[in-house]
């Protein structure tokens, strides 16, 4: 088996490589009588898109989507939803001299060792550019999400490029979509912006932090040992290509605290439980608790770098390698769209994994109901 589906009720099936005729997704479970147009899933497919900026790849893809199958007259149908995006910049020659050598970083030489067949243009299967179909089933899922979950908001945005760290003191979600850093720090943007022109023209690239705030999710979401929330989470964002590292709340900082430090206190507040800090990110033995879920993600500097790399070819055959292209000086840029998509998908399979198991049903807490109740 490939394993190119992830979910378990709100399942995605992508397919397509970077320089073949289009590449797509098959999303199925999705409920039926949800609206849902092409122009719902086209405004996330629009903030991925390539070639909007000096600042990441200049391949000119207008990633126009089309549903072929699962709507009627508007609404879902409860049926599989085919949608496909035609690939139109190919530049297939860029990669001629790859054909036969592996580049250093990238999946190459690996896909080469198990398969015994690899499609060297652009990396094929493990390039990038497959994650928009991922970005356009996530346009399904927060269509769907609208309807079940109207609370629920998804906002991913970066945190550190290399040694600059985002002040958190100036964050406003407001500036994420005014620049093309989708940072929260309109102040920031100028000294970013002139750091990654550096790293470009250096013929270099540079890593990132991306972080995704979940808000409105209701508590309850998640199970005890092997649907964790958290660890579907982490699986959904670790997909993510040159993702290295993922972390939920404090993530690997909770190793410096202490328990006193650690522990989000409870109260009881009017309308239910209130937690005076959230170092759990928002889940609780892989549930939800009704607080933000946060979590953060490494990603690696881009691999495909204009400076000579030593490698091997498929001889074995110890050589220099540039690698040619048009590419991402910072990937991390164009990841967070990816990441808000994969997060819509994995939050609305559990919402549907939970009004599955159990109606919605909740216990109670406080003089509302009696110890142990459920409502």
Request: aromatic fraction near 6%; glycine fraction near 12%.
């Amino acid at each position: 088996m490939s394993f190119n589906t992830f979910g378990r009720i709100f399942t995605v099936t992508t397919w397509g490589e970077s320089h073949g005729p289009a590449l797509g997704a098959t999303v199925d479970g999705c409920p039926p009588g949800i609206s849902l147009t092409e122009s719902d899933i086209q405004p996330w497919l629009d903030r991925r898109r390539p070639g909007q900026s000096k600042l990441t790849t200049q391949r000119q893809e207008p990633d126009q989507v089309r549903i072929l199958s699962g709507v009627f007259e508007g609404r879902t149908t409860g049926t599989p939803i085919q949608l496909m995006i035609e690939n139109t910049d190919q530049r297939s020659r860029d990669y001629g001299d790859i054909a036969a050598a592996f580049r250093p970083g990238h999946a190459d030489i690996t896909y080469w060792q198990k398969y015994a067949i690899r499609d060297y243009r652009g990396g094929g299967r493990s390039s990038a550019r497959e994650t928009a179909a991922r970005v356009a089933a996530g346009g399904v899922a927060r269509a769907v999400l609208r309807q079940l979950a109207q609370q629920l908001t998804i906002t991913g945005y970066m945190v550190q490029m290399g040694d600059l760290v985002a002040d958190r003191a100036r964050f406003d979600f407001a500036e994420i979509d005014r620049n093309d850093l989708f940072l929260p720090d309109a102040a920031a943007v100028p000294e970013w912006t002139a750091y990654l022109n550096e790293i470009r023209k250096a013929q270099d690239s540079i890593g990132a932090v991306i972080e995704v705030t979940i808000r409105g999710c209701p508590p309850g979401l998640g199970a005890p040992v092997y649907a964790k929330l958290d660890t579907d989470l982490a699986a959904a964002m670790m997909s993510i290509n040159a993702v290295k590292g993922v972390e939920i709340g404090e993530g690997m900082t909770a190793a410096r605290l202490k328990g006193t430090e650690n522990a989000d206190e409870i109260r009881m507040g009017p309308d239910g439980p209130v937690f005076g800090t959230n170092h759990a990110g928002g889940i609780l033995g892989g549930i939800t608790t009704g607080q933000d879920i946060v979590m953060r993600f490494a990603v690696k500097p881009t691999s495909s770098i204009l400076t000579a790399r030593r490698t091997i070819n498929q001889a074995g055959e110890e050589i220099d390698l540039i690698t040619k292209g048009r590419h991402d000086p910072c990937v991390g840029i164009r990841a967070v769209p990816v990441a808000e998509a994969m997060a819509a998908c994995v939050i609305l399979d559990h919402l549907l994994l939970d009004r599955a198991q159990t109606g919605g049903v909740r216990g109670r807490i406080g003089s509302a109901g009696e110890a142990g109740g459920r409502e």
